[in-house]
């Protein structure tokens, strides 16, 4: 690689890896194994950097290589607990502050979709993606996509209803 694609790739890994980590963290609900998921996709990034930055969209291209990370390590992984089964990485106290309180609630409710329906909704509204760009991401029909966020937003809906009953 030359001198400015070395630069070119340092600057793009810069601007992109906290929003590659963020999208990690809440696909696979741990933030060292969230870590550890965005140095391999940045690795294989770097090593493929030419097609990257040739790329219709760069940053589509680097959460595709995410994402294909997280499935890669689910299927390595499929007989560990799943997220919703273990607790949360980090202890959270409740706050009385409604923002970090509705954050938690958001986090727990995550964690008990399945894996496709996570992976739409992440990409759709936690990381601002359109319909056909997740479609790309995740290698699906638009379609797909739309089912999928839709079973999602359904339980999750039923689930903070049941949440507000409680209260």
């Known amino acids: 690689m030359t001198q400015d694609g070395d630069l070119e790739f340092r600057d793009f890994a810069r601007t992109r890896g906290a929003s590659l980590h963020r999208a990690a963290y809440l696909l696979c609900g741990d933030r060292h194994l969230a870590d550890d998921l965005v140095q391999e996709s940045l690795a294989k990034c770097f090593v493929h950097w030419g097609r990257v930055r040739r790329a219709d969209n760069p940053d589509a291209y680097a959460r595709r290589i995410l994402v294909n990370e997280v499935r890669r390590h689910w299927r390595r992984h ?21 923002p970090v309180a509705d954050r938690l609630a958001l986090w727990q409710a995550l964690t ?3 894996r496709r329906q996570r992976e739409t909704v992440v990409l759709r509204y936690l990381e601002g993606l359109s319909e056909p760009e997740t479609a790309a991401v995740l290698g699906c029909s638009t379609g797909t996509v739309k089912s999928q966020t839709a079973r999602a937003l359904h339980t999750l809906e039923n689930l903070f209803q049941r949440e507000d009953l409680r209260r």
Do not use: F, M, N, Q
């Open 112 to 114: 008990t979709l399945p």
């Open 78 to 98: 499929r007989h560990a607990p799943w997220p919703a089964d273990i607790a949360l990485t980090e202890p959270v106290s409740p706050d009385a502050t409604g």
